[in-house]
């Protein structure tokens, strides 16, 4: 970040859907899977500079449940991609206290990299800096129904009555659990979607769109994301006149 000074006020969970990998080795005449691998960079930058700033919780969308549905290469050379980046870069986030979770549908992927994101999250689990969730075979439909799924059995079980169940309980039994809701969603690749990331927690995300592919997304953009949040005047429901000099978050 350009003078070491973040905008304020900062968001305490920033989420992040990398898009654009494919556009930028197609425009280099490289091959997808050279893009996903230049993605690694930004990621690297964005968790510094959040841990650097303070901020509390970076999601990151890695992988959707849709696709699966990419060519069988592209999905094996982007698995095989997560579980180098995981060897690779487990030592520097433990350096910087970060600690790691992926969150989406991990039977779905192999065992050993299973295995591995089991070990990863289990070596940064005491740490106490940055929370870093990595979405992996993740969709928000499918984390709605997942969550939906194990509140039933408890209520079949008995040890829960329908009548518990209410909005804090849900979002517990999501993935992002008792994290607070990211308060800004930036999306680069000039796509103006949501594509089924949070679908839940980002009801009153700040949306943020840049055309920046994402191996070009550089600190100059983060803090142009992080210039447009402070601009925002959060009303959730209110009217600005309610506010007052010090926006107040969900009741
Ligand atoms: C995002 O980049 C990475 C993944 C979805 C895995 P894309 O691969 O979607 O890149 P574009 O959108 O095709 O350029
Ligand atoms: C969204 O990008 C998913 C990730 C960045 C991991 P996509 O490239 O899959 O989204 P669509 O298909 O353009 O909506
Ligand atoms: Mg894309």
């Not at 210039?227 to 009217?239: I, P, Q, V």
Request: hydrophobic fraction near 45%; charged fraction near 20%.
């Amino acid at each position: 970040m350009s003078d070491n000074v973040a905008p304020a006020p900062l968001p305490r969970h920033i989420a992040i859907t990398m898009d654009g990998n494919g556009r930028w080795a197609a425009a280099r005449g490289l091959a997808r899977s050279a893009g996903h691998k230049a993605g690694l960079e930004p990621v690297r930058l964005c968790v510094r500079e959040c841990s650097r700033l303070g901020v509390e919780a970076l999601t990151l969308f890695a992988f959707s449940s849709e696709n699966w549905s990419r060519p069988a290469e592209e999905v094996a050379s982007l698995m095989g991609l997560f579980f180098e980046a995981i060897e690779r870069e487990i030592s520097d986030l433990e350096r910087q206290g970060v600690v790691l979770r992926i969150i989406g549908h991990r039977q779905a992927l192999s065992v050993r990299l299973q295995a591995q994101i089991a070990a990863a999250e289990a070596r940064t689990a005491g740490n106490t800096g940055l929370k870093l969730q990595v979405a992996v075979s993740y969709g928000g439909r499918w984390d709605i129904v997942q969550a939906a799924r194990t509140l039933a059995a408890q209520c079949v079980s008995g040890a829960l009555p329908v009548a518990a169940i209410d909005e804090t309980r849900f979002a517990a039994a999501l993935e992002l659990g008792t994290l607070p809701d990211p308060d800004l969603l930036i999306r680069t690749g000039a796509e103006r979607r949501i594509s089924n990331f949070l679908l839940w927690n980002l009801a009153y995300a700040e949306l943020y769109f840049c055309d920046r592919l994402w191996p070009d997304f550089d600190a100059a953009e983060l803090e142009r994301a992080l210039a447009f949040f402070a601009g925002r005047e959060r009303r959730f429901g209110h009217t600005g006149g309610q506010l007052g000099a010090a926006p107040k978050a969900v009741p």
